[in-house]
């Protein structure tokens, strides 16, 4: 049973413990013996995936984590923390910067170079121990992460960083993210630190995979020996135990596909969450066991004992069926109810051998201002957590009034308080109130019947949290003046604020923004700020002067046609070219369209090439169907959008059936990492309209172009007479999160993501605290 020590005790047992523990350690001529007394072993847990509370420590009913139990026994355990995000990437960028992901703006899904940069505004947990002598040590397991990039947040600082080798195929690679393979990695850097740094103090960071569900298939993959330990327990727990020995002699993925073929109804609903709930916690049992080896690697190496033990998740999982109006999809981590905000902390001082629990709220992004201050390193560059220290030294009061969360698609904002949580999934979406400690399911809604103040309080707190993003248009001198045109048109959203160019002439209303004039010898800029960003916004431009207008677009520090923004084509009344790259044609009797393709046209000769296919009206329902096409992948999906790749060494031909009653298909398609050129497309039998020329930055947002976008016009020297259009998030210090440039954006071409300010001391009270206190008791 953990419990509460009191205060004193505690902070004299925190001196102790930093102070005396790297002494006895020199003692006994271990690893890290010079390191110092101010300097302990440092090893950060960061478990995928996990939610608090299927730990047994955290009060689940069944035995998943008898290691961390024990760990917990002699730890702070953390009782209300939250994650930053439900998406890995920006998650462990926040808990390796102490940054929120509005703040680091980096909100891929994995890591690719050039996606974030060196930046003077914040420094990572790497950086900061190794600037103070450390030798740092990442085992990152992640199937898609690859080594860079090497200037992103996770990545400086390393002594050694170590990902699963590109040379593990595709399909093997989610075998080799499993805990083993992690250790593995993981004991050859410890065993390189101990010949190579013996004098160094050690800081690692574990990143375990599980329990993650595979990524092909979309399955928890527990390792056979603890697969069916939690079977029984919850197909009885929905009625269905005559099933254990039938689903027990499958593995996962044909477990799945039984229970679809042989189940209908309310039996395939209860047997499917119960199947994934067991193997989930058989994940869990697995990663714990194999955090267990790590842990006695370490007692092996002298440097347990002595050493700073933080675990924690970059987030947890939805494993309910709910309603659909609250869109939570069992088995994966989309929006930020419970099952995905609540995730554990777990605080191990050095030499600390009892146990206590801390109620009072916490977050992700605490874990690296508490390990600074720990150790005494300097507090700057900024961090928005804030150190735990208070809390472990037995104190009592909160170190938060509130902190937030938000999802990675840039939609959905959640803010929580000691007894509340407001749930915001959209600016255009009514507002939820939980009393999230009472009600940990979530089920009852209480925004209705609730104080209009307090309801008040917490929109002002997530308005002062929300970066105000705005398109940027930058219209670069030329050689001679040369008049220009530019239109953009929201959807989904409106426009709140224009900054023009003096001596343009300006036309808007809600959702649209139409201006023209002339480009002399200085730059003419123009700012536009839509109430939210994750909406769509299409682009008509017209350039006057030397060369086509859609050769002289650059998004962020990108040519247009190297990027994901989607060209929008209209026939024209030329006649198409002779031998096109790419011909679009409507087939309207058969609710379809035709796609022929010409390698020798495309970019690259022989290129891989991907299409992508939107609704110009995006539904959730719509889909598209690959009728006849050989050579290409086939698919059939109601997604929003669907991505096929091939290699194509001969002209090729595909019919794509589509939703006849959308306005509008966006179609596109990249060979090699590049749009086909414009003029050599031919859409409906003739030559595309290419002056004005149109684009669209689609709706949901593509990880990729906000990327692009967020990179901004870093350029020195932009060619002469083009325009740079970029995206910021607003604030009084704005942090650069990001460049892509064109080897980057080929190796983000296959990834489909649908799923920002930098503050001088936090918009609150505090240095890194969130938005001012509201009204209300509980909160």
Known sequence: MLRTTPGRRWRRLLELALLAAPALAACGGEPGADAGP???PVVLIVIDTLRADHLSCYGYELATSPVLDRLARESTLFRANSTQCNSTFPSITSILTGLYPRTHRNYLPVPRPGTTVANPNYASMAERLSDAGYHALAVVSH????????DGAVRRGWDAYSVIPDSIPVEERPLWAHGAFTNERAFDLLEGWRRDAPGDPLFLWAHYFDPHTDLDPHVYNAPPAYRNRFLRHHLEAVGHGELVDTLGALEPVERAHWIEANLEGEAYRQVRLANGRALYDAEIASCDAEI??????????????????????????????????QGRLPFTHRRLYEPVAYTPLLVRLPRQREGRVVDALSQNIDVLPTVVDLLGLPQGPTMEGRSLRPLLEGGDEEVHARVFIESSDHTERAVRTAGWKYILPDEDAEPMLF?????PGEQVDRA?????????????????FRPRDAYHVRFVPGDEPYPYELELRLDRTVVEEVEAPPGAELVRDDQRVRLSGEVGAEPVELVVYPRKRNSMARWRVRLGGEGPTWRRVRLGQLPLDATTAYP????????PPAEPALAYRDLPDESAFELELDPAALPGGAPRVDVELRYVRHGYGKGFELLDGPGFDPFRTVKAYHTTGTVLGERRRARVGRDPDDEGVLLLVRADGRWPAPDRVAWNGAAPVLEPFEFAVPFPLDGRLVATLLAGPREVDPPAGCVQIWLSGGGPVEVDAGSLDEDTAAQLRTLGYVDEDQPDEGPGDHPGEGPGEGPGEGR
């Open 568 to 575: 929008v084509y209209r026939a024209g009344e030329g006649a």
């Open 448 to 464: 209705a019947g609730a104080d209009p103040e307090l309801l008040r309080a917490f929109a002002d707190d997530l308005t002062a």
């Open 143 to 150: 199937p898609s992460w690859r080594g860079g990039p090497e």
């Open 435 to 439: 009393r999230w400690r009472e009600d």
């Open 38 to 40: 101010d300097r302990p």
């Open 292 to 325: 267990g080896r790590l842990l006695d690697r370490l007692r092996e190496l002298g440097v347990y004992d002595d050493a700073l033990i933080v675990v924690l998740a970059d987030h947890g999982e939805n494993l309910e069926d709910e309603p659909l109006d």
